[in-house]
């Protein structure tokens, strides 16, 4: 049986309501301006009931407007399963904070202050938010060493961003292998009191640790020599190891 969620229809789903993270608020606020034609004359007013669909955490995020008053709007994130129809329900906890603050802020032009919980996070908010939210490094990592590995760190995501290759699966599975093993070096070398040339050495050998014949055949099937044009010289590390052990195997054909 259909049920009604914040002016919305769906069935064949359960929804347990979460706190709203930064992600989900900057969401909702592209889709928000996404839906309004008339930019020039847009104000938090014109807002009305949007959503927005986060695959990689498994929500949904609504914004729900009541009428013209904006202290009684609000936002909603769930986590969402898939149940029989007639079984659906919505589990809700009156603890969570459901005002739209934070919308508010971006919509004055402001940018939200986040500290990141985790280094993965911080790199996810600063690669793909870093327009709407001004993160925080997690305490642990907020030091001199941390700020250049983290440097780095970035510029390893953003150059596996520059290129489709990495979108492909075997790619997004050398990418994510490669930034986790990136990310447990620096934290060793943190925990150790080391320096960012340690954290470069034990980048070199992480790489002889991932899983590499995937990535290194999709380069070949790409049968391309534009692709090779496209990423090299790349300044990162792992982007050339990839490109190399690709070489190596077209060697040996």
């Given at each position: 049986?259909?049920?009604?969620?914040?002016?919305?229809?769906?069935?064949?789903?359960?929804?347990?309501?979460?706190?709203?993270?930064?992600?989900?608020?900057?969401?909702?606020?592209?889709?928000?301006?996404?839906?309004?034609?008339?930019?020039?004359?847009?104000?938090?007013?014109?807002?009305?009931?949007?959503?927005?669909?986060?695959?990689?955490?498994?929500?949904?995020?609504?914004?729900?407007?009541?009428?013209?008053?904006?202290?009684?709007?609000?936002?909603?994130?769930?986590?969402?399963?898939?149940?029989?129809?007639?079984?659906?329900?919505?589990?809700?906890?009156?603890?969570?904070?459901?005002?739209?603050?934070?919308?508010?802020?971006?919509f004055?032009?402001?940018?939200?202050?986040?500290?990141?919980?985790?280094?993965?996070?911080?790199?996810?908010?600063?690669?793909?938010?870093?327009?709407?939210?001004?993160?925080?490094?997690?305490?642990?990592?907020?030091?001199?060493?941390?700020?250049?590995?983290?440097?780095?760190?970035?510029e390893?995501?953003?150059?596996?961003?520059?290129?489709?290759?990495?979108?492909?699966?075997?790619?997004?599975?050398?990418?994510?292998?490669?930034?986790d093993?990136?990310?447990?070096?620096?934290?060793k070398?943190?925990?150790?009191?080391?320096?960012?040339?340690?954290?470069e050495?034990?980048?070199?050998?992480?790489?002889?640790?991932?899983?590499?014949?995937?990535?290194?055949?999709?380069?070949?099937?790409?049968?391309?020599?534009?692709?090779?044009?496209?990423?090299?010289?790349?300044?990162?590390?792992?982007?050339?190891?990839?490109?190399?052990?690709?070489?190596?195997?077209?060697?040996?054909?």
């Open positions: 049986m259909a049920i009604r969620l914040h002016g919305f229809f769906s069935s064949g789903k359960r929804y347990i309501q979460v706190e709203s993270q930064p992600h989900h608020i900057t969401g909702i606020f592209r889709n928000i301006v996404n839906s309004c034609n008339n930019m020039h004359e847009f104000t938090f007013l014109h807002a009305e009931n949007v959503y927005f669909e986060c695959p990689e955490d498994g929500t949904i995020t609504f914004y729900q407007a009541i009428g013209n008053d904006v202290a009684n709007s609000a936002i909603w994130t769930y986590l969402v399963y898939e149940c029989p129809e007639s079984e659906e329900k919505v589990f809700r906890d009156p603890c969570i904070d459901t005002s739209t603050n934070c919308l508010q802020e971006i004055s032009g402001n940018k939200l202050v986040v500290v990141a919980t985790g280094i993965h996070d911080y790199l996810k908010y600063e690669y793909y938010e870093s327009e709407y939210l001004d993160v925080y490094l997690p305490c642990d990592w907020e030091t001199p060493e941390g700020r250049e590995i983290v440097n780095l760190l970035l390893e995501l953003k150059a596996f961003k520059s290129s489709s290759l990495f979108a492909e699966d075997a790619g997004k599975q050398y990418m994510k292998a490669v930034i093993k990136f990310i447990q070096a620096g934290r070398v943190l925990d150790n009191s080391g320096t960012l040339k340690d954290f050495l034990l980048q070199y050998e992480a790489l002889k640790n991932v899983r590499i014949h995937e990535i290194a055949n999709l380069i070949i099937e790409y049968n391309d020599y534009r692709l090779w044009q496209a990423v090299l010289p790349s300044k990162s590390k792992a982007i050339e190891y990839a490109f190399n052990a690709a070489l190596d195997l077209i060697c040996r054909i």
